[in-house]
Each structure stands twice: as structure tokens, then as C-alpha cells.
């Protein structure tokens, strides 16, 4: 072969080889350029999948710390509100506590001021013990209801002092003295009391506008005449079963402080001249609206605890016109519990009549249309004849 030949070869594969160089470092550029993207995306990729886990790790840690700090704060506030009730109910028992001590304190306060006083209340440690001592509230013009009583559902005479000694209930009228002391009034009533010997007379000025305060000074003076379980309140034109009644009041001498009756709210009348208007009618709020709870006054009675409070409060205790609103609202602020009892507040026949026969003898009777019985005097018979419990009823009880 010719040089020519040969250097044309030669030349021919250099051009050759320098191709292939060059093909062969574009190849290996591209093939580095494909292998570090690679190698870029997937480093990055894990990063945000290792950011992402770790950022759902944060977020369950804080949730789960949210959650248990709101656990410990329930905790902590049902503990608080533990100990709130638990001192709520040392507080109220606390407060019964005193309240109770403070009862027998003014007690022993009364019963102090009337030993020195001298009244009848000076021997208390050997003064018997009564059931009940029954007011009938009367007044100077009320003869005849006095006598439609003593003949119906009051003892009288002997049978009367039996009643106290056997049963330990005390039946009195009340009623105090006239304008004009010695007057002719007081002097029918004095020989009417030594005819019957069944009068309690008060240091009181009758007066239809002050029966709160002879209310208030019956029960004080009750109260330190006899030492009784309950002190009653009823109208002279009221029919009453004197049995029915102490069965009933039995049922509550567990009661400290016990207010029974038949509760009710009436309105509060504001305009002048009608029947029981009420002077003093905006302590109650906008004209409309009714008194708190409280005993119908035709009957009612009370514990001996709230009796004593009466008596050693009496000089404070505000007199509204209504004698019925002023001792409900004397008991408003105490630990009172009210008896609702409708039987103490039946009507005349046939409503007694009716529930005599089904076995639910009433305990009072009367029309609420005149506040007492309509026409007491002619009607007393023939209410007591229809719905009284029968005289054995009282000898046979057991109080």
C-alpha cells in the first residue's frame, strides 16, 4: 500500500475517533446530567415526606397536650366544684347550727324575761307540755259566734279542762281591750270569761286594722303562757275537727320550724276603698302583681320555734294591713318549710260533706266568698251536724 493510501486511512480514522470522542462525552454529559437529577428529586422528595411526617408529630404531640391539660382542667374544676359543694353544705349545716342555738337562746332569753317579768311562764322546768294551743281570734260584737262555737266543735266547761289535761290541747277566744279601759265592752267580755273561763285577753287595743299586731302579740303571749308543740290561729267563723287537726300537725313535730296552712298568693290590691287594699302596696313591685306564699288567715298554724321567734322579734316585725300577708312575710328569710294542706281550707256542704263520706275529714271548713262561714251563727249546727268528725273522734285520739 501506497503512503498516500495510508495516510488517508490514517486520517479517515482520527476523523473517526474524534467523532466517537465526542458522541461518546455528549453521551456520558447526558447520561451524568439524567443521573444527578435523579439523585436531586429523590433527596428532595424524602426531605418534604420526612418534614411532613415530622410536622403530623408535632401536631399530635400539641393535640395530645391540648387533651390532657383539658382533661387535668376538668379534673381540676370538678375537684373545685367538689369542694365548693361540700363547703356549701358545711355553710348550710353550719347555718342550721346557729340557727337552731340562736332559737333556744331566745328562748331561754323569753323565758328569763318572763321569770323576772313573774308571769305564768316562770316555773318552765316543771310547766307541762301541750300538743297545741288553739287562738280563736274574736271580737267584742261576736257573742253570738262565741256561743255557736262552744255549742258545736268546742269544748266547754269540765270537758274543756279534760281536753287540756288528757290530751294537752289549750282552746281559748282572743281578744284584747277597748279604746276606753273598763268600758262597758271589757266588762261584757269579763262576765262572759267567768261564765265560761275561756278567754285569753291581751295587752291590745281591738281594732279591725290591727290584726296583725294582735296576731303577733297572741302568739308572743301564747308562747309564755304554755309550752307548747304548736300555736294555732283560726277565726271565730271557722268550723274546725279539733281530732283531725292534731293528727294532722303530729305529722310534722319532727319539723323545727314548720309554717301550715292553705298557701296561697293573691294579688296586691292598690286602689283605695276596696277590701283589703294594700297602703303599702309598692314594696311589691307594678301594680298586678301578687304577695309571696302564704297561709289563708282563716286558719294556720306554727311550731313552737317560730311561736318563740315571733315573741322575741316582735318589737321589729313589720305589720302589713293584712294580718295573713304580715306573718307570711315575718317567716320570709328563715328556714321555714310551708305545709300546703288544703284540708285546712274546705268548703261548707256538701264540699266537707263529700269528703267526710270518702273518709278525708276536713279539718276546717268554711266560704271563701265571706272569708268564714256565710251566716256562721245560723249555719254552725248544721255544718258541724254534716262534717264534723264526731265527739268521739277527739276522746279516742291518740296524739
Known amino acids: 500500500m501506497s503512503s498516500k493510501s495510508r495516510g488517508f486511512d490514517s486520517a479517515q480514522k482520527n476523523v473517526v475517533s474524534r467523532k466517537l470522542t465526542l458522541l461518546l462525552c455528549i453521551g456520558c454529559f447526558c447520561a451524568g446530567m439524567l443521573f444527578t437529577s435523579r439523585m436531586s428529586v429523590e433527596p428532595e422528595d424524602k426531605v418534604l ?27 381540676e374544676h370538678k375537684s373545685i366544684l367538689g369542694e365548693v359543694s361540700k363547703t356549701q353544705h358545711a355553710i348550710q349545716t353550719l347555718d342550721k347550727t346557729i340557727s337552731n342555738l340562736e332559737m333556744e337562746l331566745a328562748a331561754a332569753r323569753a323565758t328569763q324575761e318572763s321569770i323576772m317579768d313573774g308571769s305564768p311562764a316562770s316555773d318552765s322546768s316543771g310547766k307541762r307540755k301541750y300538743l297545741m294551743v288553739v287562738g280563736i281570734n274574736t271580737a267584742f260584737s261576736s257573742r253570738k259566734r262565741r256561743d255557736s262555737v262552744r255549742a258545736t266543735w268546742m269544748p266547754t266547761g269540765e270537758k274543756r279542762k279534760k281536753l287540756e289535761e288528757e290530751k294537752g290541747i289549750i282552746m281559748r277566744f ?18 262572759e270569761d267567768q261564765k265560761h273561763g275561756d278567754f285569753l285577753r291581751l295587752e291590745h287595743v281591738e281594732g279591725y286594722l290591727e290584726l296583725s299586731a294582735k296576731t303577733k302579740i297572741y302568739f308572743a303571749t301564747a308562747v309564755a303562757l304554755w309550752d307548747a308543740e304548736f300555736y294555732v290561729k283560726v277565726d271565730d267563723d271557722v268550723h274546725v275537727n279539733i281530732a283531725t287537726l292534731g293528727t294532722t300537725l303530729i305529722r310534722h313535730r319532727a319539723k323545727r320550724r314548720v309554717y301550715i296552712g292553705c298557701m296561697k298568693s293573691g294579688p296586691v290590691l292598690a286602689q283605695k276603698g276596696v277590701r283589703y287594699h294594700e297602703p303599702e302596696h309598692w314594696k311589691f313591685g307594678d301594680d298586678g302583681n301578687k304577695y309571696f306564699r302564704h297561709a289563708t288567715g282563716q286558719l294556720y298554724a ?8 315571733i315573741s322575741i322579734n316582735r318589737h321589729v316585725l313589720h305589720k302589713y294591713a293584712n294580718e295573713d ?11 321555714v318549710e310551708h305545709i300546703d294542706d288544703r284540708r285546712l281550707c274546705c268548703g261548707t256542704p256538701p264540699d266537707c260533706e263529700w269528703k267526710a263520706q270518702a273518709g278525708n275529714v276536713c279539718v276546717a271548713s268554711f266560704d271563701w266568698s265571706c272569708s268564714g262561714i256565710c251566716k256562721s251563727v245560723e249555719r254552725m249546727k248544721e255544718v258541724h251536724r254534716r262534717c ?12
Open 302 to 309: 306554727i311550731s313552737k320555734d317560730l311561736a318563740t321567734y
Open 49 to 75: 415526606v420526612r418534614r411532613a411526617a415530622m410536622e403530623a408529630g408535632r401536631q399530635n404531640l400539641i393535640k395530645e397536650d391540648r387533651d390532657q391539660k383539658s382533661k387535668d382542667v376538668k379534673n
Open 388 to 399: 264534723g268528725e264526731g265527739e268521739n273522734a277527739l276522746w279516742s285520739a291518740a296524739f
Open 325 to 335: 300577708v304580715s306573718i307570711g312575710s315575718w317567716f320570709i328569710g328563715l328556714d
Open 174 to 191: 282572743v281578744i284584747g281591750h277597748s279604746a276606753t279601759t273598763g268600758g262597758i265592752l271589757d266588762k261584757a267580755i269579763e262576765a
